[in-house]
């Protein structure tokens, strides 16, 4: 069984930057693509970027192309989310997931195998 836990959330002011860690317990997660989601009070759950299972392909939602960037160590089993140039409608509570299917099927998937409990990410005006 694997578990995912989140860490590095916060607050932060607008155009600063956060990296999230996605730590994955149990049975290594190398042949699994990764990814995060987040959710924002009152909205439903959103793709955010998706990493290949050995890293060579991303996936980012229009929203934080450019300003996010996804990745892996597969040796420390433990994804990334590095987030700069936050904006406020950045906060939500941000989550790790990981699942079979190759990121480009990431941006409509609602229930991946395994997701962390969530961090949350605050970012201020």
């Known amino acids: 069984q694997v578990q995912l836990v989140e860490s590095g959330g916060g607050l932060v002011q607008a155009g600063g930057s956060l990296r999230l860690s996605c730590a994955a317990s149990?049975?290594?997660?190398?042949?699994?693509?990764m990814g995060w989601f987040r959710q924002a009070p009152g909205k439903e759950r959103e793709f955010v970027a998706a990493?290949?299972?050995?890293?060579?392909?991303?996936f980012y939602a229009d929203s934080v192309k450019g300003r996010f960037t996804i990745s892996r160590d597969n040796a420390k089993n433990t994804g990334y989310l590095q987030m700069n140039s936050l904006k406020p409608e950045d906060t939500a509570v941000y989550y790790c997931?990981?699942?079979?299917?190759?990121?480009?099927?990431?941006?409509?998937?609602?229930?991946?195998?395994?997701w962390g409990q969530g961090t949350q990410v605050t970012v201020s005006s």
């Open positions: 149990g049975r290594i997660v190398s042949d699994n693509t």
């Open positions: 990493i290949s299972s050995l890293g060579g392909i991303t």
């Open positions: 997931a990981a699942d079979r299917l190759p990121t480009s099927k990431w941006r409509g998937l609602t229930s991946p195998d395994y």
